[in-house]
């Protein structure tokens, strides 16, 4: 299969090499010094339990219409980057190919396929204008939730700290095959894949955590375990969990987990940094508006209040601002 990264950080850099390991024709799109050292070393993985270095070499270019187009292309930026992948996406697709969003919040197209709305509500927010709708059409979409632990120690290395897992399904719960299609391809490439028929609840599943780790641990500059431990911090994150698990139930999407459940499904990550602490130390733009803005305009929607997420907007944005990381 042709497969396409569009963004090789921890998750795409990852999900490239192993998928290249397997025999995939893999090309990557990526920028600055992540393209520099793709191109120069090739893209590198070092299993954190064993040491073990994986080094593949796929074609890496900055503009995709070097690399043609793709059977599968792959999309792991985080949210702020979405509008340039829409903008240079277009020599990528075939009549054919499959788009898999593989990032963090709540995706562009959740209300496309919900029976609340009828398909007809639209996440202005994430999606000014409909332009990434209209660049990547939910008919083409997979979705994927990332439940595994990577980070990039330096440009085109990725550090493979905890779990393998994926969670696949198509918007609303269509099956036109290219779910299948694609969770093949992963499995065997040494993924654990699982098979959705509701994605728009794996995906909620995960913003529990999402929303209130990401921010907090940038705040306040502390790894998942310390936040747990922290009686009076654990407790501020179950109550913004609980505000966004009444978001999703409002508009049918319920999450249907306690959020010490959640709570535990971080915990058994170990001591790790969340990728927006990890993006604030590095210099990088944090993903406010990806992990929160959709969320907060799906409860204006719904009528559902949530003051302690709105609460959390606020200092995550001052945060970012204070650096000129917004």
Not at 3 to 24: E, F, N, S, T
Not at 78 to 86: D, M, P, R, W, Y
Request: aromatic share 4%; net charge negative.
């Amino acid at each position: 299969m042709k497969i396409c990264i569009y963004g090789a950080g921890a998750v795409g850099g990852l999900m490239g090499a192993w998928l290249a390991r397997a025999g995939h024709e893999v090309c990557v799109v990526a920028r600055g010094a992540t393209l520099e050292a793709i191109q120069r070393d090739g893209l590198r993985v070092r299993t954190l339990a064993s040491g073990e270095l994986l080094v593949t070499r796929p074609a890496a270019e900055r503009d995709p219409g070097l690399l043609g187009a793709q059977d599968c292309v792959i999309v792991a930026v985080k949210g702020q980057s979405l509008h340039e992948v829409a903008d240079s996406i277009a020599p990528l697709l075939g009549p054919a190919t499959t788009i898999v969003t593989a990032m963090n919040g709540v995706p562009w197209w959740f209300f496309d396929r919900l029976p609340y709305g009828k398909g007809k509500l639209h996440l202005e927010s994430l999606d000014p204008a409909g332009r990434l709708s209209r660049a990547m059409p939910t008919d083409r979409i997979v979705g994927c939730v990332v439940h595994l632990a990577a980070s990039t120690p330096e440009p085109g290395l990725v550090s493979h700290n905890h779990g393998t897992r994926l969670i696949l399904g198509e918007p609303g719960g269509t099956d036109s095959g290219r779910m299948k299609s694609v969770a093949d391809v992963l499995e065997a490439a040494g993924f654990e894949i699982v098979r959705s028929e509701f994605i728009e609840k794996d995906f909620w599943v995960k913003l529990l955590g999402n929303v209130s780790f990401n921010p907090v641990s940038a705040l306040t500059l502390s790894t998942a375990d310390r936040l747990i431990d922290d009686r009076y911090v654990k407790d501020y994150m179950i109550a913004i969990m609980r505000e966004v698990l009444a978001i999703g139930q409002a508009v049918g999407v319920d999450a249907d987990i306690d959020p010490e459940a959640r709570i535990d499904m971080a915990r058994s990550l170990g001591k790790f940094k969340t990728s927006m602490l990890q993006d604030l130390e590095g210099g990088k733009t944090l993903e406010v508006d990806g992990l929160l803005a959709g969320t907060l305009e799906i409860a204006r929607t719904a009528g559902v209040p949530a003051p302690f997420t709105e609460s959390l907007m606020g200092l995550i944005r001052q945060r970012a601002q204070s650096t000129g990381q917004l």
